[in-house]
Nanobody, 128 residues
Framework: QVQLVESGGGLVQTGGSLRLSCAASGRSFSSYAMGWFRQAPGKRRDFVAAITYDGRSTHYRDHVKGRFSISRDNTKNTVYLQMNSLKPEDTAVYYC?????????????????????WGQGTQVTVSS
């Protein structure tokens, strides 16, 4: 089990950038795939991006490809989400999650059920 704490959210104008961080504590962070999800008011929690346990592969939902970038630093037990060219529709609470996922098929990284541990979330608001 890992404990996850997100930070870096805030209010930004359309076209702006934010970098979210997720600090993990607990055992064996480097053995976990890490994901970012987001949830807007009244909507379900949706996949945003994921990175394999070793950082070799990344996966993104179509709407953020080319704008968002996920990375991790296993020496710091931290995963990041760099968000550029932000749009009002990116407004949501962003959650990081950890799971023992080791599939080649990116589909599994998009599933909330594949993740065991979740952070409390950080609010991102993009004004128009």
């Amino acid at each position: 089990q890992v404990q996850l704490v997100e930070s870096g959210g805030g209010l930004v104008q359309t076209g702006g950038s934010l970098r979210l961080s997720c600090a993990a504590s607990g055992r064996s962070f480097s053995s976990y795939a890490m994901g970012w999800f987001r949830q807007a008011p009244g909507k379900r929690r949706d996949f945003v991006a994921a990175i394999t346990y070793d950082g070799r592969s990344t996966h993104y939902r179509d709407h953020v490809k080319g704008r968002f970038s996920i990375s991790r630093d296993n020496t710091k037990n931290t995963v990041y989400l760099q968000m550029n060219s932000l749009k009002p529709e990116d407004t949501a609470v962003y959650y990081c999650a950890a799971g023992h996922i080791d599939y080649r098929d990116s589909y599994y990284y998009t599933l909330t059920d594949e993740y065991d541990d979740w952070g409390q979330g950080t609010q991102v608001t993009v004004s128009s």
